[in-house]
């Protein structure tokens, strides 16, 4: 009689049934979700408040900064705060994700020295989680436009699009970097500086327009671009979006998530033995 | 004819144990990396690599489970109980060999795994059942059983970092205990909680499997919930699977290992490594509560060594480190190429009467070993540490039984 087994545990077999199990355990992956965005607004004393004054407070010294002191143009007709908070919603949603991410393998250090499941799903909720920010600081912008009234245009049918952008953007490349984090810890130094290197080449506090000709293909490479100035052309519905450059900027998006997930997936194995 | 559910296959799992990690310790970062490179640059490759060493947790282990079997696995701390049960959980993989399945596993390797403090009794019964692998829909539909095995029905949208640790085993526990896998595999998990409870869980699993003919598998130090609980029984001794059998029979050659008690010399004619013990010796004196124990022993300087220092561990007969003594905290043995003597005293706590064994450390700092050698002598107490008590001991109780004292307070006026 042949023998049947369910489950067969060898060196280097859990590749196998990697994306199976990702499926079997989505439950795990709402409910950690739902876990990490509980916590979260239940620990902070003000809560849910602070996404929208962080954004808010951003907002505010950027229009200074970059509108009034350095006097750098907006887009086309629309109110520099306006441009400005545009942007930084996709890269608020990007950092707070990278910073999230990066940390949470190792704040749950317990459940993956304990328990069996695709630790793909960590870093996963923590972008989630971030998410929510997100849609709070979102509910802002909205207020914000019938504050200045502004109609978006048309186009921002294809916010989804840009949305989900910037999320495969997010994941992948908090994705390399978490996995990164539980191999050096290092990273936790390294991460912050990053996210505060890439608020200032990435176009949330100025345009794209303002960018040099000649310096255009480095700039798209940051695959942030391509994200915040497609959210100003969904929102604002002025800037004209190049499309040379998001096809750049999609390149490297597709690229870090490769390498992320292959990265990631390389060294998940060890992680109950390093963390 | 039963077929096996569970077929374990020349298994071994290896670690890379770093010398040199320094204080760093276990992480290794970038910076280290990187310097180790550019010094490798101009040096052979063994050099860099002659820093680690391979620790063998488990070393070809072959074994096979019945449907229905409750198996127990013992074994003294470092015996790579815990490594196979972390391998079979798939949280971490196996060097070489293999494991084959038949149906779900679940395993508690810790009580209440992804608890949240912050979060209600209610909501944690559903995070840890996700964790643990229920559904929503099967954590749903045994709610309200798991919520009265716990007892703790007042207190379910109450935080939990508001329970008592009692409450908080209970329904931890008391998840665990409704998950419904063909395969439970249970780490000692029921060393906290009350007496009472622990028989409740116990009489649990017991009945899940007798009834559902569920198999277990149970780790333990506790060699009476074994006895209770299994059929057969696994003995590791560092990495090797080293007796199986009816539970009766490998208990007892467990308990039979300590039995026979170390001497209290041991000698050894060639050290290992750069500097080690050549011989160590116990002497017990003075009465209980205050016993003293001169340990003799003496070291060799093979080759050149940081200076270093020494610390002795005394374990129980269930193999638990229970204390370290550690006379001066300064590294004092330098290199030096003779044999040199030192002895130690140390003021023993008021222990409970059982056999003890000593371990004997020595290296340059904390996270770096030039020698180790472990329980090679022993010492037994058999008297109580309570003058006048007849009554025995038992270790769940304690180890050590401290001097009390009773005073009725008067009234104040």
Known sequence: MKEEFDIIIEQGRSERNYWKDLWRFRELFYILSWRDIKVRYKQTVIGAAWA?????????VFTFVFGKVAKLPSEGNAPYALMVFAGLLPWQFFSSSLTEASNSLIGNTNLITKVYFPRLIIPASAVIT?????????????????????????????????????????????????????????????????????????PVGFSSTIVPDQWRFLYACNPMVSVIDGFRWCILGEANLQWDMLAISMVVTALFLVIGIRYFRKTEKSFADNI | ??????????LSKKFMIQHEAGAGGRYTSLRDVISDRVRGIGKKKEQTRAKEEEFWALHDVSFEVEQGDRVGIIGRNGAGKSTLLKVLSQITEPSSGSIRIKGRVASLLEVGTGFHPELTGRENIFLNGAIL?????????KFDEIVAF?????????????????????????????????????????????????????????????????????????????????????LFDRGLLVKEGRVGDVTMAYQQSYAGIKGNVWNRIIPLGNLGFTSVEVLIQGNQPAYELKIKFKVLSKERHKKAFVAFDISNSLGITIMQALPVLDPFIDF???????????????????RYLISAWCGPHFSETLSWEKEIIGFEIIDSPTVGRNFPHVINNGFIVPESNLIANEKDI
Not at chain 2, 1 to 10: C, E, F, L
Not at chain 2, 133 to 141: D, F, L, P, T
Request: charged letters at 20%; hydrophobic letters at 50%.
């Open chain 2, 1 to 10: 004819m039963p077929q096996p559910i569970i077929k374990v296959d020349h």
């Open chain 2, 133 to 141: 692998g229920m559904s929503r829909a099967e954590i749903k539909r």
């Open chain 1, 130 to 202: 971030s998410f929510v920010d997100f849609a709070i600081s979102f509910g802002l912008l909205v207020l914000m436009m019938i504050g200045y009234q502004y109609t978006p245009s048309w186009q921002i049918v294809f916010l989804p699009i840009f949305l989900l952008l910037a999320f495969v953007t997010s994941f992948g490349v908090s994705l390399y970097l978490t996995a990164l984090n539980v191999k050096y810890r290092d990273f936790r130094y390294i991460i912050p500086f990053i996210v505060q290197f890439g608020l200032y080449v990435s």
């Open chain 1, 52 to 60: 929208i004054i962080r954004p808010l407070l951003t907002m505010i």
């Open chain 2, 336 to 354: 030096e190429a003779s044999e040199r003597s030192y002895s130690v005293t140390i003021k023993l706590p008021p222990l409970i009467p059982d």
């Open chain 2, 150 to 234: 716990a007892e703790t029905e007042k207190f379910l949208d109450t935080p939990v970092k508001r329970y008592s640790s009692g409450m908080y085993v209970r329904l931890a526990f008391a998840v665990a205990a409704h998950l419904e896998p063909e395969i439970l595999v249970v780490d000692e998990v029921l060393a906290v909680g009350d007496s009472e409870f622990q028989k409740k869980c116990l009489g649990k699993m017991e009945e899940v499997s007798m009834n559902q003919g569920r198999t277990v598998l149970f780790v333990s130090h506790n060699m009476a919930a074994i006895e209770n609980l299994c059929k057969r029984a696994l």
